[in-house]
């Protein structure tokens, strides 16, 4: 029998240096969860299907079930422990909670996460962009109107004005504009 050899790496996790010794096949996810005690993170499939466990690194939305944490050396990383400052909540859970945009909460974390990359990534215009950026993710419970809400209302994208073409389901703008 051989000994497994283990890895020395360093990531900043939620703003904290952090040292592990991991074997090259642990992923991100369970680095995160087991090694490092931050459970907010989930484990939904662990096939990147469905989303729950979406983080940032270095400001990118991952599906960490799908990254070796040895990969990850040197980066930092954001789960949803590390986006509250102090009692503060992040704009994206406070939306959250005001739009009831979650049911049994198992993906909110992983939902959270996706929407704060999204934003960075400047590419939502309107809802339906919201929509198709957040198709990664997955909420069983279906809560996707309110999470659609959630994130425009962060995002500044307000409902339909008149004169605009309205997703009747959903009550927000197409983007298309009625003549």
């Known amino acids: 029998m051989y000994a497994q050899q ?13 040292d592990f010794a991991v074997e090259s096949w642990v992923t ?6 087991e090694r490092a005690g931050l459970t907010g993170t989930k484990k939904g499939c662990d ?31 954001t789960t949803i422990e ?13 939306a959250f909670i005001e739009h009831d945009a979650f049911q049994c909460g198992y993906c909110t974390p992983g939902q959270i ?28 419970c279906g809560a996707y109107p309110q999470i659609a809400r959630a994130v425009g209302e962060v995002l500044g994208i ?5 004169g605009q073409a309205v997703d009747e389901q959903e009550g927000f703008t197409t983007g298309a504009v009625l003549t």
Request: net charge negative; charged share 20%.
């Open 113 to 140: 996460c996706s929407a704060k990359g999204l934003i960075a990534e400047g590419q939502a215009r309107c809802f339906d962009d919201v929509r198709e950026l957040m198709s990664g993710n997955l909420c069983r």
């Open 6 to 18: 283990q890895h020395p790496i360093r990531l900043r996790i939620n703003g904290q240096d952090r």
């Open 28 to 33: 991100l996810l369970d680095l995160l969860r």
């Open 82 to 94: 590390g986006l509250a400052q102090g009692d503060a909540l992040d704009p994206l859970q406070q």
């Open 47 to 77: 096939h990147g299907q469905c989303g729950a466990c979406t983080v940032l690194v270095d400001g990118r939305r991952i599906n960490s079930c799908l990254t070796l944490a040895v990969m990850q050396d040197g980066h930092e990383v």
């Open 158 to 162: 307000a409902p339909a004005q008149p």
